[in-house]
Every structure is written in structure tokens, then in C-alpha cells.
């Protein structure tokens, strides 16, 4: 965090050129994030109607539900630097940013987006505009629209030129998003346009990075922050092997456009007895990797099983489960298999607080953090199982590396990746033949910033998948939450 503070100074005395001079020994971006609820969207509680017998209950919305611990990143836009703090999502592929001209900016009452920040060309001199098209929309409903711009991004201590973003003139989001996914999963492309060069794209172009390639390090749920690092690996920030597995392609698209890759087995050890194999190989499924998902979402019988395990609750007819948080003294395990790489997640780090406040009397209701695909997307591991894993997201090779996570390390060794096939240092290669089974349903079960065409005439076939996400996992998350509402006034 000190060291992003150092930048600022360098980047208001380069003047004209923004572009931060590096040692040039490495060419990796070391961005670090913070994680945080979103503030607007407070639990509130109230005093229990008569005849309940808890003290407190929780009332959520849908959108604070959804919005729960977003990636925050301090960039820079523009000449001399706009200070701007963005969403980091894997899950979508285009940035855009909030200008103080906006609708929601503008708003009486709003915060007029002084916590993320806003963007204004007329004071960059390193401004151009593009077009005047940009609009995109995520699956929990919030969009975004406006014109396409192009600047200089200040990231991780470095200026990245002519990257192009959108600047949102009305929206549903007071702060913008960094979307790093593919380029085909560009809102444009939705729309049946061509792709632009994404931001990842052009730090390899401008040789600040070797390839198309970066690694996440979510750590764990309770601590601070985080870190991403385009171009390189931290060997320091996992154990065991660096497992490479290549990414499945949709049966209509010729190459990988979604970070999916095959889910072998997996198995619950619950502390007293033998391990459980709820799935095995016989019953490989494709899973997306998804930081824009909070949850995990499985099969519903092996969710089922997990959520009895756990003894959370669910309402049948709504799926959600609850479970109370004292069940974070579960001992045991749920080991998920790929080739040649096994993730372990604790059962514990499945309970989710639901609410910021310290949990002392375990009394308040928690999240169990797994809960069943609805039918027609993919299987999804969100954040709940992310944290327990480094994952390098290769988008060259179309390759996802992936190891043991270590929580807190405070050890780091920064590695860069190379360029051209087993770039990834350290990384081998998994032994088992050809992994990638082709995805039909590419729908993530539970992402909140998946684009989804904000359809300018019908959408682009071969990504129909996107377009349905809205209703699939509004359906889902809803009766979620009116389901975690009843419980809470039950209990
Ligand atoms: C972003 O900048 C703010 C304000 O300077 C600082 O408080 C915060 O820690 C920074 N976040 C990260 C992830 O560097
Ligand atoms: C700034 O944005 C406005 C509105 O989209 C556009 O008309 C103008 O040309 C842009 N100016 C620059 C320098 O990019
Ligand atoms: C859909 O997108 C693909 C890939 O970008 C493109 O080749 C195709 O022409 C588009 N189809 C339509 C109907 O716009
Ligand atoms: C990591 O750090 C956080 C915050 O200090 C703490 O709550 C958590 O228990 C730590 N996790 C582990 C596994 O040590
Ligand atoms: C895989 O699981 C199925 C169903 O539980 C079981 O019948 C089968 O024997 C298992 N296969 C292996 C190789 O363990
Ligand atoms: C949660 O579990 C604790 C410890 O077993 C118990 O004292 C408490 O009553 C439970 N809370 C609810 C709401 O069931
Ligand atoms: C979404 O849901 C609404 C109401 O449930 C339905 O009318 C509409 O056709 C659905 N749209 C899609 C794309 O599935």
C-alpha cells in the first residue's frame, strides 16, 4: 500500500510522460487490492417481530447479497493522474470508469462518487475519445453506458498508454470495474462487434509484461487485502505444485474464451472418519473459475450432501443455505481434484459471516458458502473456493495454473513469466491426456459481473450464453435471500 503511495509523486513530476521508467530487470505489474463490502448496502437489523425468540435478525437485499467482497485496485487515468479505484473482475472484459458529469454522480443525496473516484478527459491531456457506443450489463442487472474513451492507466506503478475503457454517463454503479477476462467476452463482441485490445493486451504490446498471463493471490476471507500480478508468479504465495491445466473451449467456439477447466473428483473429510467421494472421474465436469462469483456453486446432490454435512439449512422450494457460524469449529476438508492438482478448501473457510459486525456469541446467522447450479450453467467456483487457491490466468497458452494457496504469507518471491508455451515458471504440466471437455452450458452459476449483451438488436448466438445470465441467477439469488430473510426471523 506504501508503495502505491510512492508512485503518485513520480507520476505528477513526469509531466508530459506518465510513463514510469523500471529498473527493467522485471517485467511484472505488482498490483496489491483490497477486499470490502460495498458500503451503500448495509445489513440492517432491527428489533425480532413479536413471538421470535433471537435477539436480532438480519434483513439483506439482493444487491448488497451479490455485491459482497468485491477486489478494489487504485489505478490512475489520464495526464496529469486521476486518481480512480476499480472493481478487478476476471469474469468480465472491459474497464470502465464513472465521470462526475454521470447520472449517479450527479445524484442529490449521492456521494457525488468521491469513495471510487471519477474520471474527466477534458483535464487529460493523453485523452482521446474512441466512440460513442459503450454500454454493458452484468448478470445481477447493474449496467453501464456511455462512450469509449482512451488514456494512459496508472497500475501497480506503472502507465499503461491508449488503453481503452468506457466512461459511464448513466449506470447502476457509482464505481467503475477493471474487467481483465478475455477479449472475446468484450460487450462489444456481444454485440457482434470486434473485439479491441484489452488492457492485458497492451502491457504486452508496450513490453511491460512477456505474456498475456496473470495470477491472483485472494487470500484469505478475514485478511486485508490481496494481490495480482500481471506477468509473473509469487512462489512465496503457495505450497505444493503449480499444477498446469488447460481451459475447455465451448463446443461452438474454436479456442477458450471463460476460464474453465475440468473438475476430476471431489471429496469431503470430515475430521472422523474416512473421506467421502461424493464425485470421482467417472463424473468430470467442466468449472468456471470465477472471482466475480462470491459463492461456490456444485451439482445440487453433491451440494446437498455437503449442506447436510454442515447442518445448514434450506427452505426446499429457494435452495439457499444458512447455517449458524458457530459451525466454524467443523474440523474436515472438501478436496476438490484436477489433473494433477488437488485444491484443499476447509470446511470453515465455507462459513461466511453475514454481517461486518464481530460475531462473538455465534448467534448470528452465517452463509454457507456452496450452494446448487441452477440447471443449464456451469458448475462455478467462486470466491469460496478461489481464496484457497493461486491461480494463474494464462490467456496465451489458454492454461490455467493452479496450487495450493498459502493464507497470510508474508513471504514473496516474484517470478516473471515467460513467453511462448510452459511459460509459467515452475509450473508442470499435469501428466493426464487431453483434459478439456467442451463446455455446452458456459453459464456461470453465480458471477455478478458477467456482460451480458445490453442488446442493440438480437444477440450474437454464439454468445446466447451471456445474455441469459440475468434471469438464470437473478432467479437463483432472489428467493436466496428471501429464503435467508425467513430463516433469520425463524430462528
Ligand atoms: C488505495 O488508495 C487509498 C487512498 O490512498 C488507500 O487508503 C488504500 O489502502 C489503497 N488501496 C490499495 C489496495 O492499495
Ligand atoms: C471527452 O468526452 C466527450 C463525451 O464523450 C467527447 O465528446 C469528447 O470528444 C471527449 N474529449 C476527449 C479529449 O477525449
Ligand atoms: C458473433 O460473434 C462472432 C465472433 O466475434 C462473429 O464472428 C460473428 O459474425 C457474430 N455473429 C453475428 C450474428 O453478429
Ligand atoms: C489471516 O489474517 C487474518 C487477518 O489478520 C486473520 O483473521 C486470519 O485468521 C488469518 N488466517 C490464517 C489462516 O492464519
Ligand atoms: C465413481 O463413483 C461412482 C458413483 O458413486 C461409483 O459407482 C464408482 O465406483 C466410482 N468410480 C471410481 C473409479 O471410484
Ligand atoms: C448457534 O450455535 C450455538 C452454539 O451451539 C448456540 O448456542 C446458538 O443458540 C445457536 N444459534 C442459533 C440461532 O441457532
Ligand atoms: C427472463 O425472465 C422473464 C420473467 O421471468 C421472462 O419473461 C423472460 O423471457 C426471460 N428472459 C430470458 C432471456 O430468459
Known amino acids: 500500500m506504501r508503495s502505491w503511495l510512492l508512485v503518485l509523486p513520480l507520476l505528477v513530476s513526469s ?12 517485467k511484472v505489474i505488482r498490483v496489491p487490492f483490497s477486499k470490502e463490502r460495498v458500503a451503500h448496502n448495509q445489513v440492517s437489523k432491527r428489533e425480532p417481530a413479536d413471538g421470535c425468540q433471537t435477539t436480532e435478525y438480519l434483513r439483506l437485499t439482493p444487491q448488497r447479497f451479490q455485491q459482497d467482497f ?81 488514456d494512459t492507466l496508472g497500475i501497480g506503478g506503472v502507465g499503461v498508454k491508449n488503453v481503452q475503457f468506457g466512461i459511464g454517463f448513466e449506470g447502476t454503479s457509482d464505481e467503475g470495474v477493471l474487467g481483465i477476462g478475455f477479449e472475446r467476452r468484450q460487450s462489444r463482441v456481444n454485440q457482434g462487434l470486434e473485439p479491441y485490445p484489452g488492457l492485458v493486451t497492451q502491457m504486452v504490446a508496450q513490453e511491460l509484461i512477456n505474456s ?13 487485502a490481496g494481490e495480482i500480478l500481471f506477468g509473473g508468479i509469487d512462489t512465496g504465495k503457495f505450497k505444493g505444485p503449480l499444477v498446469t491445466i ?96 488437488t485444491i484443499k478448501v476447509d470446511l470453515k473457510d ?34 469460496t473456493f478461489l481464496r484457497s487457491a493461486y491461480v494463474v490466468y494464462d490467456m496465451d497458452n489458454e492454461a490455467i495454473s493452479i496450487a495450493q494457496t498459502i493464507f497470510n504469507s508474508t513471504s514473496t518471491n516474484i517470478m516473471e513469466i515467460g513467453s511462448g508455451p510452459d511459460a509459467v515458471p515452475s509450473a508442470t504440466r499435469s501428466t493426464t491426456d487431453a483434459d478439456s471437455i467442451p463446455v455446452t452450458a458456459t453459464t456461470s452459476a453465480g458471477s455478478t459481473n458477467d456482460p451480458a449483451a445490453k442488446s442493440t438488436g438480437s444477440p450474437n448466438v454464439s454468445n446466447s450464453a451471456a445474455t441469459t445470465l440475468n434471469n438464470a441467477s437473478t432467479k437463483l439469488l432472489t428467493p436466496f435471500l428471501v429464503s435467508i430473510f425467513s430463516l433469520a426471523i425463524l430462528l
Open 15 to 26: 509531466g508530459v510522460s506518465t510513463l514510469l521508467v523500471r529498473d527493467g530487470s522485471s
Open 70 to 150: 468485491l477486489f478494489y485496485a487504485n489505478v490512475t487515468v489520464g495526464t496529469p493522474p486521476q486518481h480512480i479505484r476499480l472493481h478487478i473482475d476476471t469474469g468480465s472484459s472491459d474497464i470502465w470508469v464513472e465521470t462526475a458529469d454521470s447520472e449517479i454522480c450527479r445524484k442529490e443525496g449521492g456521494n457525488g462518487c468521491d469513495i471510487g473516484g471519477t474520471y474527466d478527459n477534458a483535464t487529460s491531456s493523453t485523452a482521446e475519445y474512441v466512440e460513442g457506443d459503450f454500454s454493458i450489463m452484468y448478470v445481477d442487472g447493474q449496467y453501464a453506458s456511455g462512450a469509449y474513451g482512451k
Open 212 to 224: 498475456r498471463a496473470y495470477s491472483v493471490w485472494l487470500n484469505d476471507l478475514n485478511a486485508a
Open 246 to 341: 488447460p481451459l475447455s473451449r465451448r463446443t461452438d467456439l474454436p479456442s477458450p474464451i471463460d476460464f474453465i477447466i475440468t473438475l476430476h473428483g471431489l471429496t469431503v473429510e470430515n475430521g472422523d472418519g474416512e473421506p467421502r467421494e461424493l464425485m470421482n472421474t467417472s463424473r468430470s465436469v467442466p468449472a468456471l473459475l470465477d472471482t466475480g462469483a462470491s459463492f461456490t456453486y456444485l451439482p445440487q446432490d453433491v451440494a446437498a450432501q455437503l449442506i447436510e454435512l454442515v447442518g445448514a439449512v434450506t427452505v426446499p422450494e429457494y435452495k439457499g443455505p444458512a447455517v449458524n457460524c458457530s459451525k466454524r469449529s467443523l474440523e474436515g476438508s472438501v478436496d476438490f481434484e484436477f489433473a494433477g492438482a
Open 350 to 383: 465455507f462459513i461466511i459471516d453475514a454481517t461486518d459486525e464481530p460475531n462473538e456469541d455465534n448467534h448470528i446467522l452465517c452463509y454457507f458458502g456452496i450452494l446448487g447450479m441452477s440447471e443449464g450453467s456451469v458448475l462455478t467456483l467462486g470466491d
